[in-house]
């Protein structure tokens, strides 16, 4: 039979244009947050992280946001370029007994059009 | 630093054969993560180890799949007798207990099981 796989989210944008990307988590008791890039062939790289008692952290040109409320992470990227062609995952550590434990999204797609 | 070192790069074998994943995580740090990657389900962590114990094996797809960490400095990931699904891209990743929960990856192994 057909086998379907994930349909990721997908983000085009034009260089020099500011990206967001979202991401929904399930685990209201996950303290940890990290947003990753993975570029084809490779490994996912850590971009950022953000810890529960924070809802904003700025790293170079990227910007994490955390709503607790409503269980959602972004990741803004400001100047997109070429080179931040991607998919980012968002992951997330639940505490407790899963200390140290990743559970990541399914990723979004990011194509930057120079 | 020469970051986490997975082999071999790709591995292509026979349905019914065993298959060793091997990887190097970085120096000094003291858990390891198995991850396997598809289109169908994304990241999945198979099993993560603590000072060379494993401490979650609740992602091990089932008996044919054993991981091992003999030393510090060493794990491998044994899949016997290999499968056609078991085709994926197989990720270790290390990280210290420190400030934070970020870890690092290495380049994954590529396997296609025919």
């Known amino acids: 039979g057909e086998s379907v796989g994930l349909h990721l989210p997908t983000l085009s944008v034009q260089e020099g244009d500011n990206s967001i990307i979202n991401c929904a988590y399930s685990n209201s008791a996950s303290d940890y947050f990290i947003w990753y890039k993975q570029e084809s062939g490779k490994g996912p790289q850590f971009i950022i992280d953000?810890?529960?008692?924070?809802d904003k952290r700025q790293g170079q040109r990227v910007t994490v946001l955390l709503n607790k409320t409503v269980k959602h992470l972004s990741l803004q990227i400001a100047a997109t370029q070429p080179g931040d062609s991607a998919v980012y995952f968002c992951a997330e550590n639940a505490g407790g007994t899963s200390y140290g434990k990743l559970t990541f999204g399914q990723g979004t797609i990011l194509t930057v059009h120079p | 630093d020469a970051g986490v070192i997975q082999s071999p790069r790709h591995e292509v074998t026979e349905m019914g054969q065993e298959v060793t994943l091997r990887c190097k995580p970085i120096s000094g740090h003291n858990s390891l993560f198995w991850y396997r990657q598809t289109m169908m389900r994304g990241l999945e962590l198979l099993i993560y180890f603590n000072n060379n114990v494993p401490i979650d094996d609740s992602g091990m797809p089932e008996d044919r799949f054993s991981a091992k960490m003999p030393n510090a400095s060493f794990s491998t990931l044994k899949i016997q007798p290999s499968e056609p699904r078991d085709s994926a891209v197989y990720f270790c990743?290390?990280?210290?207990?420190?400030?934070?929960?970020?870890?690092?990856f290495g380049s994954g192994t590529r396997l296609t099981v025919v």
């Open positions: 953000i810890r529960s008692n924070m």
């Open positions: 990743a290390s990280r210290s207990t420190g400030t934070n929960y970020g870890y690092t």
